[in-house]
């Protein structure tokens, strides 16, 4: 991996920053894909900021109408990055996920993992976050360092907090990172890189992370995109995941690889990066 620079451990912490990866091409690409996606929201977008702050949109898989996003996905070297540092010898795409804070958002992005909202399980994975603005370190992603190994954490929505995917006292509930620290300090290592375009950060699926919001006239455009490594299989849930992925059970038996062609493959380490 020495054509870009990785800051961390990601066996051991769960998160990494890749520096000097992406092309500004790449970038180019990310961000013509967010704007479309803006221009043309689907049905899956929603606003996960309150009506009185400024606009925190996400919108989920939109990669098959979106020819910039495809292509951004394909050519990037996001796949290869995520298969080497969750030890895969593929990598399938999962999602793609975009997310913008405009200016003066103030919602901070509680801490979360990701797994619990997701049907697929499995160890190999990798979510790359990556901006197309400048991020400074008050508005950067962070992440609690080794939760990957868990527990799983109870989900909750963001602006209500409610428990809509686990019933209440089945999982643990997310400790006060920050009170725990205050009152013991160093009981969580809190990881966080101030961004430029090109650069991203890689987390596992199981990872706590959370972020701030954005201040000024500052603008916060994200596109993420999820792989799924070799171990990655379906795991039909009873309740809605986020996103849907309505109808898949039928077409994929549980703990089936996500072989679909909602899930194409990337990147192998035989063939290297595959064509469109």
């Known amino acids: 991996m020495g054509r870009w620079t990785i800051e961390g451990d990601y066996a051991a912490d769960g998160a990494v920053c890749v520096r000097q990866a992406f092309t500004q091409e790449h970038v180019d690409l990310a961000r013509y894909a967010i704007e479309a996606n803006l221009a043309d929201l689907s049905p899956r977008a929603k606003r ?16 098959s109408r ?8 394909r050519e990037s070297p996001g796949a290869e990055i995520s298969a080497e540092l969750s030890g895969s010898d593929t990598s399938r795409l999962y999602h793609d996920h975009v997310l913008v804070k405009e200016p003066g958002t103030k919602q901070r992005t509680p801490w979360h993992q990701d797994q619990p909202y997701y049907n697929v399980s499995g ?5 790359m976050w990556f901006p197309v603005d400048p991020v400074d370190r008050s ?3 962070e ?17 209500d907090e409610e428990a809509k995917w686990f019933p209440d006292g089945s999982l643990a509930e997310l400790p006060d990172f920050a009170a725990d620290n205050a009152h013991e ?5 809190v990881l966080g890189w101030e961004l430029e375009p090109g650069d991203a950060v890689f987390f596992n699926m199981l990872t706590v992370h959370g972020s701030g919001g954005v201040s000024g ?8 995109v999820r792989y799924l490594g070799d171990d990655m299989v379906h795991a039909p849930r009873r309740w809605t995941t986020s996103p849907p992925f309505d109808g898949l059970a039928a077409e994929i038996a549980e703990g089936a690889p996500m072989e679909h062609r909602l899930f194409p493959m990337l990147w192998t380490r035989v063939n290297g990066q595959l064509g469109t």
């Open 48 to 63: 996960a900021s309150a009506a009185g702050d400024g606009a925190f949109i996400e919108d989920f898989c939109n990669w």
């Open 66 to 73: 979106l020819p910039s996003m495809e292509r951004f996905i």
């Open 123 to 127: 160890t190999q994975n990798a979510s």
């Open 139 to 141: 508005a950067t992603l």
């Open 143 to 159: 992440f609690i360092a080794g939760s990957h190994r868990g527990p799983w954490y109870m989900p909750r929505t963001f602006l």
């Open 185 to 189: 300090p160093g009981s969580w290592t």
């Open 217 to 224: 006239i500052n603008r916060r455009r994200v596109l993420s």
